[in-house]
């Protein structure tokens, strides 16, 4: 019987006591070519390979996601410049735009995910970019709330695919200490190209205030629009994992692959048709998928009324708008910090996801119990500005994903049920700031303030959970008689024969 057979018959949480002796008698500690060898190159030809890899990935990701953000939050600031107006939108029809978007995003979410897996990544986002820029060229067109629902929804269709198939390619690309600080770079677009569109949105909504026939909104659709078909068509040629994509040599696509095996799960992570049901029941058990889908709740229900308290601000909506850069700003400086910190020391993922909720928890309160009375405005403009840290706790946990999860279909399964929590999350927070609470939205900030709450007690668990598990796994192999390198090695073929973090007794949770 295989190693994989034994071991299936196991407990599916592959740590009972006897789970590492079932795999040291069936994998043959001498056979060295049953997995991809990281001693096969030298340091020098890995770091030459991952400057390449950074220099051609990193810039694109960054902008495709900068581009995602913008399109799917620019409709706070056509809001400013009229959209509401010109579209003859009342009551909570404005909300339902937010709404709507998050609605066919959660749909289409796991279907998303399983075409991620079973075709090419690289030309399955990049098709998805380019269809989701046209929706947002339309929208510029659009007369109605008719018009605007349909386009919104169609937009959430297309664009639900962008954030778990980057956390793909982060997990294709890179070792498991480089997670954080990859992830962090491409999420840093959500701030820093946010600087770059909030300023030339701006550009626009000015031009449009001189010239009172022209509705600058519309001018809004057709630049982030054309922007992103541009783009799409860019990453058809330069997006995918290491298996689709064109820059690398052969040499070099056999070297990305053997310099992620340590990892232990797997080299390739698309272009597997077959589902497996073990892996899918076996996500049930773990208490780890659910905290990923309730963390993306708990910080997605804030996100998704964030914007409502920007427009409801005292302050002009041009300065607001400005004011929003050094908020940009922070985050960006912010990112690098915690990126560079990971990428260092080792287990601080959790830490910093954890603190990351008690400035917006305070930030959220003064916002709810201060006046919104004009001696107040700078105040509560501090109070706003403190929300900031809040998507650490959000895109951290997304980095967790390629790091803590171990086979592609639980993979597949986490990703998706972590961006269902991330949307129903934003669809709650665009509906609890409800038209008739403004200016303060007090019901809105106060229940914002107990998601943090609720989400720093989540994330110690989390991590408990994982100190736990290591620690039981490190115990069991205390006596199993194997060396430090035959561990590894025996970890690195599980991890090629896709078996999951529970069924790997050699596989540890990062932090």
């Known amino acids: 019987m295989s190693a994989k057979e034994q071991i299936d018959e ?10 590492e002796k079932t795999i040291v008698q069936t994998l043959p500690v001498d056979e060295s070519d049953a997995v991809l060898a990281e001693s096969d190159y030298t340091e020098e030809q890995y770091s030459k390979l991952k400057r390449k890899i950074d220099l051609y990935l990193l810039p694109l990701m960054w ?52 075409i991620l897996q079973r075709w090419k990544m690289g030309r399955t986002l990049s098709m998805y970019m380019i269809a989701w820029g046209i929706i947002v060229l339309c929208i510029g067109f659009a007369k ?23 956390i793909l390619v982060v997990g294709s690309w890179y070792k498991t200490k480089e997670h954080p600080s990859r ?35 519309r001018g809004m659709s057709f630049f982030l629009g054309s922007l992103t078909v541009v783009v799409g068509i860019i990453c058809l040629f330069l997006l995918g994992t290491p298996s689709e994509v064109r820059w690398l040599t052969p040499e070099e696509r056999r070297m990305a692959n053997a310099r992620i095996v340590g990892n232990n799960t797997g080299h ?23 905290f990923a889908g309730i963390n993306a709740f708990l910080s997605s229900v804030p996100n998704g009324g964030l914007k409502r308290l920007d427009q409801s601000s005292t302050l002009p909506s041009a300065l607001v708008i400005l004011l929003d850069i050094p908020r940009s700003l922070f985050s960006v400086f912010y990112f690098i910090i915690i990126g560079l910190v990971t990428t260092r020391w080792k287990n601080l993922r959790l830490y910093f996801m954890a603190f990351s909720t008690i400035p917006p928890f305070v930030g959220f309160l003064g916002m ?50 972590t961006f269902v929590g991330y949307c129903v999350g934003n669809m709650v927070g665009s509906q609890i700031f409800r038209a008739q ?44 008689g194997l060396t430090e390198e035959q561990r590894s090695r025996l970890g690195k073929e599980l991890g090629e024969k896709d078996t999951t973090d529970f069924e790997n007794p050699y596989f540890r949770y990062t932090m």
């Open 10 to 19: 196991k407990d599916s949480y592959g740590e009972k006591g006897d789970l």
């Open 63 to 114: 902008l495709c996601y900068g581009v995602q953000q913008a399109d799917k939050t620019s409709i706070g600031t056509q809001a400013t410049f009229g959209l509401r107006e010109d579209t003859h939108l009342v009551g909570q029809q404005y909300s339902w735009l937010t709404t709507i978007f998050y609605i066919t995003y959660m749909c289409f979410e796991f279907p998303s995910n399983l």
């Open 144 to 166: 109605n709330f008719k018009h605007l629902i349909a386009l919104r929804a169609l937009q959430g269709l297309a664009e639900c695919c962008i954030s778990p198939g980057f």
């Open 183 to 217: 992830a962090l770079v491409f999420q840093s677009a959500n701030a820093g190209f946010g600087i770059i569109a909030e300023l030339v949105l701006y550009g626009i909504g000015r031009q449009g205030e001189k010239h009172p026939s022209v509705q600058p909104w």
């Open 268 to 290: 390739d992570t698309t272009g597997i048709k077959k589902w497996k049901w073990k892996q899918a029941g076996e996500c049930l058990l773990d208490p780890c998928f659910w």
């Open 368 to 417: 709810s119990l201060l006046p919104n009375e004009h001696q107040y405005k700078w105040t509560k403009w501090g109070c706003y500005f403190m929300t900031v840290p809040f998507v650490i706790s959000m895109f951290l946990a997304w980095s967790l994903i390629p790091s803590n999860t171990a086979g592609r279909t639980k993979r597949t399964l986490t990703s998706s049920f």
């Open 437 to 480: 609470d403004a200016p303060k939205y007090t019901n809105g900030t106060i229940a914002c303030a107990v998601c943090f709450a609720l989400e720093f007690l989540l994330l110690c668990c989390w991590r408990i959970i994982y100190v736990l598990r290591n620690r039981r796994r490190d115990k069991a192999m205390a006596t199993d």
